[in-house]
């Protein structure tokens, strides 16, 4: 992953973690969407973005992709 690209994905991804402490899961669940669609291969933003997943067929996916990536 390139450089900026990769500096965007970490700061969303402390973006979520922030946010989810901040009571704030819908906003942290969409910015985790933005680092999966910006980082499909990144299994981090694929862990993250299960933590905040609004269904349980979702964080599912979620994980087994981040499994299948690392």
Request: charged letters at 25%.
């Given at each position: 992953?390139?450089?900026?690209?990769?500096?965007?994905?970490?700061?969303l991804?402390?973006?979520v973690?922030q946010l989810?402490?901040q009571?704030e899961r819908?906003?942290?669940?969409?910015?985790?969407l933005r680092?999966?669609n910006m980082?499909?291969?990144?299994?981090?933003a694929?862990?993250?973005?299960?933590?905040t997943?609004?269904?349980s067929?979702?964080q599912?996916?979620?994980l087994?992709?981040?499994?299948?990536?690392?």
């Amino acid at each position: 992953m390139q450089k900026k690209l990769q500096a965007e994905v970490s700061q969303l991804l402390e973006e979520v973690g922030q946010l989810i402490q901040q009571g704030e899961r819908e906003r942290a669940y969409q910015s985790s969407l933005r680092a999966t669609n910006m980082a499909p291969g990144e299994p981090l933003a694929w862990y993250v973005r299960s933590q905040t997943a609004p269904s349980s067929e979702e964080q599912l996916m979620c994980l087994s992709r981040a499994y299948s990536l690392d």
